[in-house]
């Protein structure tokens, strides 16, 4: 067998970009051409982008689909190189679409493959876009028999039919895959062994293409990979990192290496870039060049600013620190020497005469009511609020007054306690580590800090603590952290019973506190309705879970 | 063939409050046993309330469920009455539960039945948390052959399995169906025509349930339904109503009547009565007794306010006008007379001194910084937003200090356009009439004061205005709103292409205008990502539509 060339193309394309898209794809396919590639492989709906939801189901939408690729197709005449390439088909039965492979060589399209297996479940929803292809397909090229699929097809569990399977028996020796699969941390090497086992079951070489680059929540890590017949993985493209990938692969061969995944796999470092990567490309391709928030003094708000810096640079980043009556000193000192080392310009606004004056005015009408008011010096709920969301007031005013996209600093343990304020802190357009806990953003923090120590010590030593009444520390209200995560990881990501929580708490927490726990979850669902979109990093994020805001159930 | 007693249970459960349901369904089965029924017909999950999301896939949701089956089948020792009722079920086969159906008689369940067509489109996504059953069941009682479906077993058109042609191989001669069938305007006629149509085409009679009650963003609006097999309604029940309704079906009778569909299908009236439906159950079953509400002046406001009263009287509603620079006069006068004939308290807390003081302060930060601010009396758009977002605070600020849900009053033009505030007019817990465009909300006003005059003319004939800058009209931004409405319309509810916009609006909107619509619906879709519930009333409801925020496709 002849060597062949492989150029894996780990796309970021931008949802709806058309122009955009079919401009980078075209200048690919003549670059891995002039590079004597024998095929150029794109990511599933690499034309459009994905997940692209409802567009998907509009007429223009896809005619627009359609344009491109005929305009992509033509820019293939005259070439030798064969390409392959996701995007959106219609459908001559249903007001669906297909989600659809193109092979294309020579100024044609030799021909067309519809996924198969349709993921409906946690954050995909395709059924209800996509009408199913019915047929599997195996195509003669250069003396092997390729089999195509996209993405779930292989991810083929729950399914009754097994595409993989169906191409064995047509006696395909090569497979490809194209794909738009999330990341969330763990990802890489369920991935790794699904493809390995496959390879060595089916026994053929499984070359995967994988998109990259965030939309809305969810962020691709790309990562494709070239694993032979044996299992064995001969190329591996990096996470986050769009590009050309080039792989010459000789069949005749006889593997003797095998490239090991790297060992930032699951490790604080790849959480951190694929955040960076996730506020990067959430700012651009949402026309936001400059990014506003607030700094509280805490780890959380210290960790976004970090993450902001590194993905726009820091002439993009202002840091604003509002100091109130509870805010120890230490807090706006530590925001200055955060802003300092991060280089970021910061400013002071403090909210203690305004949270004064409207306290004022308030009391005011209440007292011109005729209606009971709280005790000078009493801080009730809505006080706490109110210095909150006098915050997020201040930061909206300057994210309108200056074109800044507000990041939402909440943490996944906040979130999912309802420990956080609607309107307040809660404010903003892009919620960039609301689904990692509190535990992990300490992680986060000290990888960074390995990296160039931008964050205090002081900030990262400190007890939490919202400072919206005297003395107040979060432990006051809730768990230990390192208890409370453990907690909401078994409720929320392996969805486990109240009575299967206690058993694998062994003790370090009690029934009671399991329970109280689960409760402050259920009874916050009408705050996280109202989230902008969380950057997804764990298996179960809030955009795949759906629960019920009404709801007595007491789990 | 004997008469039969039909109770039709239309019922209004809460999710996931077994306790009560189980009490409610307990009790209906000896009233109606009493009544000697011979059988008495649940809605589809009565036990556990619909929708219920992921809590239909947690191991103690489920157990709960199958323990309070046993009570009920226990209940029903002793007793004639055959009993029909829809509850979650596990599955040997996966981590997937089952929508199911139990017949119980005697104390003994007679047989379950499992949901074969499970929709998953627009508001309904059961393939991600039932696992559908595979067979169709046909029980012989009382001398008849009976077979049972549930909700979209009857809905099988896009479908390849049809449960009813099965049950008809299958002999039965005569259908029940349980349904939780959600309210959009126009459902009523659907279901009619697909019920009558099904009873002439396979020669049997069709006994149909349906839940009533708000969940969320949905309304469940009932009208259960006898057909008999030459497609005549026998037997309606009213819309929006609980109760155990009694149908004596006389098998052998040439029907000589048929009960028309009452005028009101369709109508503002009908909507109204959804809605105060939707807002009296969110309130109610999310444990709020009281509520508040914004009064600008305006007829969004205005009809808030009396659906809210309608729904929990008017000594639960506060109305709280907070005037500004730019109010009218009028506007604050027509908030009172408002109050004054719905009976509420209202509040006069003005915003001017507050939105100076803010501005000043915020003024003072940017000239100690040394940047540039605008000329003084100019208003910047994040003037125009501070505004609606100290009137949110203020709101916000009365809700957590006396337990009163925000009521948010922003209609669906709105809403589509972006012509609203993040945390401003956005903010509040339930989204009232977030899906009536404002040609529809001037309908539902004038058919409340045909019930009693309460919205006062002049809120009804001024020009629309946000009144956050001086002389400001809605007009001013959109187009009126006849035209924006049938554009949104087309837009929304019909997914039409804008060429095929142009075409229906015949040259009511230039292709320019329809265009500019078009581009604000789709840059908007960030906002609407953080809204309270919106209870829904059109057929394409926000709730059920599922568009990107990162997104550059010009539709």
Not at 12 to 34: F, H, L, M, Q
Not at 327 to 338: A, H, K, N, T, V
């Amino acid at each position: 067998m002849k060597p062949l060339r492989f150029a894996l193309a780990q796309m970021n394309p931008t949802v709806g970009d058309y122009s955009a898209n079919t401009r980078k794809i075209i200048s690919w396919i003549a670059a891995a051409e002039k590079k004597k590639a024998d095929i150029i492989i794109f990511p599933e709906l690499a034309l459009t982008g994905y997940p692209m939801w409802d567009l998907a189901n509009k007429k223009r939408f896809i005619e627009e689909s359609l344009r491109h690729l005929a305009r992509i197709v033509e820019s293939t005449r005259g070439k030798k190189i064969a390409v392959v390439l996701g995007f959106v088909d219609k459908s001559a039965k249903s007001e669906r679409s297909r989600n659809s492979l193109a092979w294309i060589e020579r100024g044609k399209i030799r021909f067309k493959y519809v996924k198969r297996l349709l993921p409906t479940y946690d954050v995909f929803l395709e059924d209800i876009f996509f009408e199913p292809g019915q047929e599997t397909v195996v195509i003669p090229w250069k003396g092997r028999r390729v089999g195509v699929t996209i993405c779930e097809d292989i991810w083929d569990k729950r399914y009754k039919e097994k595409p993989l399977a169906e191409l064995r028996r047509k006696k395909a020796d090569m497979v490809l895959n194209i794909s738009a699969s999330p990341y969330y941390r763990g990802v890489a090497e369920v991935r790794d062994r699904l493809i390995k086992r496959h390879a060595i079951h089916y026994n053929f070489p499984i070359c995967y293409v994988n998109q990259i680059g965030g939309q809305d929540d969810l962020i691709f890590d790309g990562r494709s990979l070239f694993v032979d017949q044996h299992g064995r993985v001969l190329f591996r493209a990096p996470a986050f990192a769009e590009n050309l990938f080039y792989f010459d692969w000789k069949p005749s061969l006889k593997s003797p290496y095998e490239v090991a995944m790297p060992a930032a796999a699951g490790s604080p470092r790849e959480v951190y870039e694929a955040l960076v990567l996730g506020v990067r490309d959430y700012c651009l391709k949402n026309g936001f060049k400059k990014v506003v928030l607030g700094l509280s003094g805490g780890i959380d708000s210290a960790l976004v600013a970090a993450l902001a810096v590194d993905a726009l640079g820091p002439k993009a980043v202002l840091g604003v620190t509002m100091p109130s009556h509870f805010s120890s000193r230490g807090s706006w000192e530590d925001s200055e020497e955060l802003a300092r080392r991060l280089k970021i310009e910061c400013r002071v606004h403090p909210i203690k005469r305004k949270f004064e004056f409207m306290v004022k005015a308030y009391r005011g009408h209440k007292k011109k009511e005729g209606k009971s008011v709280p005790e000078p010096g009493q801080v009730t709920l809505a006080m706490e609020n109110l210095q909150a969301r006098l915050r997020g007031l201040e930061l909206m005013y300057l994210s309108n007054d200056e074109c800044r996209l507000l990041l939402t600093t909440g943490n996944k343990s906040e979130l999912a306690t309802g420990y956080c304020t609607l309107y307040g802190d809660m404010a903003g357009g892009l919620a960039v580590i609301g689904d990692v806990y509190k535990t992990d953003v300490y992680r986060l923090a000290w990888y960074r800090n390995s990296q160039g120590e931008v964050i205090p010590e002081s900030i990262l030593t400190k007890a939490p603590s919202a400072e919206l009444r005297p003395n107040q520390k979060d432990e006051d209200s809730l768990p230990p952290y390192e208890v409370l995560d453990e907690i909401l990881y078994f409720y929320i990501e392996k969805n486990l019973s109240r009575e299967d929580i206690v058993k694998k708490m062994k003790g370090r927490a009690s029934a009671a506190l399991i329970q109280t726990v689960i409760h402050k979850v259920d009874h916050n669902e009408y705050k996280r309705r109202q989230t902008p979109p969380i950057l997804r990093v764990t298996e179960k994020a809030w955009f795949g879970r759906r629960m019920p805001i009404t709801n007595r159930f007491e789990s």
